[in-house]
């Protein structure tokens, strides 16, 4: 089956053989897609028809408001699910974008073969809601990491938030981030002018060091 392996690694068919893999491809209306960086996998404002799954790749979530200030919501990375939260919460368009940050492979599912168990109420079908609800509630805790580093009062205690808690992911005081510093800032709500005179001034206290989007926890 084509992309069996990358299905296989997904907490959402991980459990599944190839059979079972094959058959919940048809039974989800499925449809696999490819896209080079920056592409965008779906836009706001789109009819929310599909969820999208991450095969391959990365992609970030953004918000364009009324006055066309972006916002960084969310990084996807492989295995991470967009639009569950919105298909079961009855929302009828997608409220943000989906944009490649490298070349990825997507899986589209039919949101409504997805939420709605299908006749047979097949052990697979209850298998992946199951997995879908651990998936929504770890979109929550990503979620309220977001709103921690938000609601620190400086713009230094905001990346040192977010730095210590990638830090720990990672096991290592060296470690990447998904976003450039346009993004980071976006993802933090700060300006990035001032982010930048901020990141400079902790390499200079001998803080962090950083290159690009590698960086390093000094003390």
Do not use: W
């Not at 190839?18 to 696999?32: S, V």
């Amino acid at each position: 089956m084509e992309h069996f392996n990358e299905l296989k690694a997904t907490k959402i068919f991980g459990f599944a053989g190839e059979f079972d893999c094959q058959a919940m491809m048809f039974c989800f209306k499925t449809r696999f897609k490819t896209f080079e960086k920056n592409q965008v996998i779906v836009s706001q404002g789109d009819r929310l028809e599909e969820v999208v799954l991450v095969l391959k790749g990365s992609a970030i979530a953004q918000n364009i408001d009324s006055l066309g200030n972006i916002s960084i919501l969310n990084e996807l990375n492989k295995g991470d699910v967009y639009g569950l939260e919105a298909a079961y919460a009855g929302q009828e368009f997608y409220k943000d974008s989906l944009i490649a940050s490298e070349k990825s492979l997507v899986l589209y599912l039919n949101k409504h073969r997805l939420i709605n168990p299908c006749q047979n109420r097949c052990r697979r079908h209850e298998m992946v809601i199951k997995n879908i609800v651990t998936m929504i509630a770890e979109s929550h805790v990503k979620l309220l990491d977001k709103l921690t580093h938000m609601s620190k009062k400086t713009i230094r205690d905001k990346l040192l938030s977010y730095f210590h808690m990638v830090k720990e992911q990672a096991n290592s005081p060296y470690f990447e981030i998904p976003f450039n510093k346009t993004e980071l800032a976006s993802y933090l709500a700060v300006d990035r002018s001032a982010m930048s005179t901020e990141l400079s001034k902790m390499r200079d206290e001998g803080i962090i060091d950083y290159d690009k989007k590698q960086y390093r926890l000094i003390k």
